[in-house]
C-alpha cells in the first residue's frame, strides 16, 4: 500500500513537472533575432509621445508562425527624471491562450498549458 501511494504521487508530479508552457516565438534573441521557430514579425500599429521627463511607445506586432498567428501589444515607459532613465514594459498579448514574458528588448510567446 505504501509503495502505491509513493508510485501515486511520483506519477503525479511527474505529470504536473510535465505540464509546462511550450514557448512558440522570440522577439530580440540576442544571436538568431526574431526568428526562433520560423516565426516572421510585423507591426501593425505604432504609436508613442511624451513630456518633460518620460515618453511612452506602443507598439502592436503581428506574429505568423507555423503553429500559428498571434498579436502582441508592448507598451514601454521610460522615466528620464531619474540618474538612470528607467524603462518598464507592459505586454498585451491578443489571447487568453498564450503569454508574453522577458522586457523591452527580448521577449518570448508561450502557449499556456
Known amino acids: 500500500m505504501k509503495f502505491k501511494l509513493i508510485a501515486a ?3 503525479v508530479f511527474g505529470l504536473a ?33 511624451g513630456g518633460y521627463s518620460y515618453y511612452y511607445l506602443y507598439t502592436e506586432y503581428k506574429i505568423t508562425c507555423p503553429s500559428g498567428t498571434y498579436k502582441v501589444g508592448v507598451y514601454s515607459h521610460t522615466d528620464t527624471s531619474y540618474w538612470i532613465p528607467m524603462t518598464n514594459c507592459t505586454f498585451y498579448p491578443g489571447s487568453s491562450s498564450y503569454y508574453v514574458s522577458g522586457d523591452c528588448r527580448n521577449w518570448r510567446v508561450y502557449l499556456r498549458p
Do not use: L, R
Not at 534573441?29 to 526574431?34: E, H, L
Not at 526568428?35 to 510585423?42: A, D, I, L, V
Open 9 to 11: 504521487a511520483a506519477m
Open 17 to 49: 513537472s510535465g505540464a509546462h508552457a511550450q514557448k512558440v516565438a522570440e522577439y530580440g534573441d540576442p544571436i538568431i533575432g526574431n526568428s526562433y521557430g520560423g516565426c516572421t514579425f510585423t507591426q501593425v500599429y505604432g504609436t508613442g509621445g
